[in-house]
């Protein structure tokens, strides 16, 4: 049986799937000797804030600061982001922590890929994968790929060199280009270039000593050649072909970066794979879109899709009670729910005559399907609208 089938058969609810990620956490602590934090992304929900961001960072350092640990592990799992956010994500790793690694079950993609290169070891399952290094500029109200970009525009000043002219419409493309906005372009480009060759030579080749093959005693010069070579494959889209590619292990030790493979671990293998299937199901069953998780703590962040706003009675200086409807993202149910502002029982036989059911008090709605929503910023939106709190029924 799949760990997938076993925790679906196990019916396990939310909360617990949460308390089974935190002893996850813990066994791993113990066999690696290490702190482990749990970043990951629900990377199949459409809600733009799944990409890594500053507000990332803030999370990262307010979880991992002044652990008096030597050594950390990352579990990473994101599309992609700022590549500013990774830098500043990897600085504070590197004040807190003496040894950094990097875990990927699923996939750490641009700048995920950056932050799984600043590590000391990469740990990768079968199923991992990075991806191509592409910094995302925005373009008038679009952000794009850096690379594809600048491949355009050298694309059309080869075709203008050639036929002395261009087509109507990419003359026009082309006329609306900025001096300055190629000069972002290009430097978003190197800033990632630079961030690869920079933490490769200095972290995850600091143990290297002795080629593999002829035993010799590897220079610094050799570290910054094979740092730059590998950063320059990594960014160079022509290698991958798409922006999406998965590069697993075969292909990340084919441009020479050594990756442990954690598969020939059983046990650690099996942690692995188990806080990847919690992390999935916790993404498939509430709505939840990213987490951040060590033995100690967790943080999850959750979105409600906007729906009709929560009913308060106008015109009273002091509402009794709010309406809501709320739509499961999963089976489609309406469920009707009040919130309570004033202690009167006769609210609750009023609205529980009539099909709705009090606000959770734990902010947790469960649909019959088994999908949970976290209604805690509606609670907070009717409480600031009102001025009141929400009562429990």
Known sequence: MGLMNEYI?????????????????KTYNEKRKTYLLVMVS???KPIPDIALSQEDF?????????????????????????GEAAEEIVEFLRKEFEYVSFVVSGEAKSAGTLMVL?????????????????????????????????EWVQEKLKEAEAKDRLNPFDAT???QISPGELKGVNHALKFA????????????????????????????DMKDRRAKEIAQKLIDHSTWRSHGRSIKIKDLEKIGLRITEVDSDGDLKNIIYRIQVVCRLLFA???????????????????????EAPRIPKNLKRPEVAELEQKCQQCGKVHKIYAKLADNAQIDKDFKSNGFAPFPKDNKLVCDCGFEMDLGGIRNEIEVKTGLKVLDS
């Open 9 to 25: 058969n196990a019916k396990k609810s939310a909360n617990e799937l949460e308390q089974e990620l935190l002893a996850l956490i």
């Open 42 to 44: 629900a990377l199949n």
């Open 58 to 82: 803030y999370m990262v350092a307010d979880m991992m600061n002044d652990l008096k640990q030597s050594k950390a592990d990352i579990y990473i799992e994101t599309p992609g982001g700022s």
């Open 118 to 150: 600043s590590g000391d070891e990469i740990l990768m399952t079968k199923t991992g994968s990075l991806g191509p290094i592409d910094a995302q500029v925005r373009i008038g109200r679009t952000t794009i790929s850096a690379y594809d970009y600048m």
């Open 173 to 175: 493309m082309v006329a």
């Open 193 to 220: 270039e630079d961030l690869v060759g920079k933490w490769l030579k200095q972290y995850k080749f600091k143990h290297w000593k002795v080629t593999e093959t002829q035993k010799k005693t590897v220079t610094d």
């Open 285 to 307: 069953t509430t709505n939840t879109y990213k987490i951040f998780a060590t033995e100690k703590e967790k943080i999850f962040k959750s979105a409600v899709p906007v729906q």
